[in-house]
């Protein structure tokens, strides 16, 4: 009920090509579904975010689609920059007013970008 | 920079022994969560404090303790440590609760059982 499975393991794309990660969710509590970026040696960072009530979000090259019925949701980063090889988490939670956002990680995906 | 400090940034310790790990949260922030990171587990959740209270507890083994104290800061402390206690050590800390509030991750504690 807590997982979120995320694929692929890794991704290898070409500078300016098209990169999409997929996660999916089992927990329905869920209402907050952030990807977090993670250079090496660095902690993970806030890259995009959206709720369930909407379908897409988008900021800039990245874009969040998300499939409520589904339970899926997906990270697209349109032309790809060698500066965004990193490792990319979806993450989901259920926040509480009175406490935090406690996140499940996914596996993380291996992104490298070629020049 | 997110803006939380964890010290130390490497340990390398032996079996058996203890260590505590030290977490400044974000100015104003009144969560902190601490995680494991490890090749076979990924982002694990730990522990959560909300203003000097325990509010939630992930896989968090019970050698492992934690707390948060009046001024905000949090130590998360590890004891008989196993080789397999290697790990990273990430300290996050966010505003309050809500859908929506960002956690902050800090870089990290490298920790090496030998």
């Known amino acids: 009920q807590q997982q979120v499975k995320q694929s692929p393991q890794s991704l290898i794309v070409q500078k300016g090509g098209i990169s999409i990660i997929n996660c999916a969710y089992e927990n329905t509590a869920f209402d907050y579904f952030p990807w977090y970026q993670q250079f090496p040696g660095k902690g993970p960072a806030l890259l995009i975010a959206i709720r369930p009530d909407v379908s897409e979000k988008k900021e800039g090259r990245f874009t969040i689609s998300f499939n409520k019925s589904a339970k899926q949701f997906s990270l697209h980063i349109m032309d790809s920059q060698p500066g965004d090889s990193a490792t990319y988490f979806c993450?989901?939670?259920?926040?509480?007013?009175?406490?935090?956002?406690?996140?499940?990680f996914g596996e993380g995906t291996q992104l490298t970008v070629n020049p | 920079d997110s803006g939380v400090t964890q010290t130390p940034k490497h340990l390398i310790t032996a079996t058996g022994q203890r260590v505590t790990l030290r977490c400044s949260p974000r100015?104003?922030?009144?969560?902190v969560y601490w995680y494991q990171q490890s090749l076979d587990q990924g982002l694990q959740f730990l522990i959560q404090y909300y203003n000097g209270e325990e509010r939630a507890k992930g896989n968090i083994l019970e050698r492992f303790s934690a707390q948060q104290f009046p001024d905000l800061h949090s130590e998360l402390n590890l004891s008989s440590l196993e080789l397999g206690d290697s790990a990273l050590y990430f300290c996050?800390?966010?505003?309050?609760?809500?859908?929506?509030?960002?956690?902050?991750f800090g870089e990290g504690s490298w920790l090496t059982v030998v």
């Open positions: 100015s104003g922030d009144l969560s």
């Open positions: 996050a800390s966010s505003v309050r609760g809500g859908s929506g509030n960002t956690i902050y």
């Open positions: 993450a989901a939670t259920r926040a509480r007013e009175t406490s935090g956002s406690r996140l499940t």
